[in-house]
């Protein structure tokens, strides 16, 4: 086997996964009604392979939108068709995380409920940030998205409540764990970031003031599932949608130290240059939260089976995320596993669509054992 340590079982949590090559959170932009069905049901369950499939980015509340066609989680509807797309997953064999998702400041009044302003720590525009809407002839593309208003210090207990309601959907739905969407520039990041929190309130200013909020979160959503079934997903030294931070290591250790205190299953950590560019991590962060948190790290950005197998020896990582690579190969444990070439895959088709660059993609071929 080419990659062993990449095919060693691994205990997140309390969730037992046979390797650790997992699926990262992908979005692909196929459920125009917001009700996951049999399209997304085939996709994932053709992904069943992956040690963690962790589903895309998913609203937790109408308000949480910032892109048409995206699934959501707060109608009986939606957790139904989320329903299938587990049962499709767990009949293969295969694991799978529900992420949950608040766009905040990300988002354009043509997204939104009634057309009201999208919400955010402060009524901070993004520079150059863009959302995905469904325009007046029935098209949908990019925008540019709308000035958000603050959220007023009574409003977030509600939204704290949005998630737990969130996962006790995803928990019914039967999601083998849960993880909180807090990064990429999203609602989780723009409070913890210094250049989207301006607020004077128990919700800013200071570091543990700004990681009040998604503290808030994580803790609704272990009430819900308990802590060894919960992850979260950062994204420090990102530069995205006009987010700036001025303490993105200072905050990612504490957060780290604040989540190993709770227990939390895994921290997904996406490298800073996965969009292009040449920022990295600072020398010696990733052996610094290896030491501030006690549960596994998961890691994410352009790799590769080589770069990943490296990582995991050097113990700075416990499993890696693989993103682009899993569009194009549902097998791709398995072409791993025996070095088989992969199939790259069609940036036309990433977003929006029917089953054409979804799940008309070819298992493999060649003499090699297909699966699925």
């Not at 070439?341 to 990433?350: H, I, R, V």
């Amino acid at each position: 086997m080419a990659y062993e340590t990449l095919f060693t079982p691994l205990q997140l949590g309390s969730l037992s996964i046979p390797n650790r090559v997992i699926m990262a959170p992908l979005t692909r932009s196929r459920t125009p009604s917001s009700v996951p069905g049999t399209l997304q049901e085939a996709y994932y369950g053709q992904r069943a392979g992956a040690g963690l499939i962790i589903s895309e980015a998913t609203n937790i509340s109408p308000t949480a939108k910032g892109y048409v066609y995206t699934p959501g989680i707060w109608t009986d509807e939606q957790e139904a068709g989320w329903k299938g797309v587990v049962d499709a997953v767990h009949a293969k064999g295969g694991r799978i995380a529900l992420q949950l998702w608040h766009v905040g400041r990300v988002s354009h009044e043509m997204v939104q409920p009634n057309g009201q302003p999208p919400v955010a720590p402060s009524a901070l525009k993004g520079e150059g940030a863009q959302c995905f809407v469904e325009f007046e002839d029935g098209t949908a593309g990019q925008h540019p998205t709308s000035t958000p208003r603050a959220l007023e210090t009574d409003e977030i207990p509600g939204i704290v409540d949005d998630y737990r309601q969130a996962a006790v959907r995803a928990k019914r739905a039967g999601f083998d764990m849960v993880e909180v969407h807090a990064a990429n520039a999203y609602l989780l990041n723009q409070f913890l970031a210094t250049g989207t929190n301006q607020r004077t309130d128990q919700y800013g200013g200071s570091l543990e003031n700004r990681a009040r909020f998604p503290l808030e979160v994580v803790d609704a959503v272990i009430e819900v599932f308990g802590a060894a079934r919960v992850g979260i997903r950062l994204t420090p030294f990102i530069e995205l949608f006009g987010l700036t931070d001025d303490e993105p290591e200072a905050m990612a250790f504490y957060l780290a130290e604040q989540l190993s205190k709770r227990g939390l299953a895994y921290l997904h950590l996406n490298e800073p240059n996965w969009i292009g560019g040449d920022i990295t991590f600072p020398e010696g962060f990733r052996e610094q939260m290896r030491e501030r948190f006690s549960g596994c790290l998961i890691y994410c950005g352009n790799y590769d089976a080589k770069h990943a197998e490296a990582r995991m020896n050097e113990n700075t990582t416990d499993a890696v995320a693989f993103g682009r690579p899993y569009i194009a190969n549902p097998d791709l444990p398995e072409r791993f596993r025996v070095n088989a070439p992969l199939t790259e895959p069609n940036p036309e088709t990433f977003y929006g669509g029917d089953e054409k660059g979804y799940t008309d993609y070819p298992f493999m071929d060649n003499g090699y054992d297909r699966i699925g």
